[in-house]
């Protein structure tokens, strides 16, 4: 079992920043992907960004050039830098990691974290 706790959310206007945290425990060792979701109310969560065992990196392309997602290995830790915000950023946004559910198969696991509220408001 795989536990994710989200922190860093908030209220922020547009144009500002916030960093949100995900910290990772319990069977971690065979996670190979962990990455940022958000959803608003009335639809499924959708991808913001995800990063690799190796550091690989992907966006969504409304965030592309504005967000930055990484990660401390050593604490367990991954972060999402948000700059440049907008009101259509606002939503809860959650931390997933992902693994295979056995060595050679094609299913995976997913595990997911509370979900930490960010509002882009004036």
């Known amino acids: 079992q795989v536990h994710l706790v989200e922190s860093g959310g908030g209220l922020v206007q547009p144009g500002g920043s916030l960093t949100l945290s995900c910290e990772a425990s319990?069977?971690?060792?065979?996670?190979?992907?962990m990455g940022w979701f958000r959803r608003t109310p009335g639809k499924e969560r959708q991808l913001v960004a995800k990063?690799?065992?190796?550091?690989?990196?992907d966006y969504a392309d409304s965030v592309k050039g504005r967000f930055t997602i990484s990660k401390d290995s050593a604490k367990n830790t991954l972060y999402l830098q948000m700059t440049s915000l907008k009101p259509e950023d606002t939503a809860v946004y959650y931390c997933?990691?992902?693994?295979?559910?056995?060595?050679?198969?094609?299913?995976?696991?997913?595990?997911w974290g509370q979900g930490t509220q960010v509002t882009v408001s004036s």
């Open positions: 997933h990691a992902g693994r295979p559910a056995a060595y050679y198969s094609t299913h995976r696991l997913d595990y």
């Open positions: 319990g069977d971690i060792f065979k996670i190979d992907d």
């Open positions: 990063i690799s065992k190796s550091g690989t990196t």
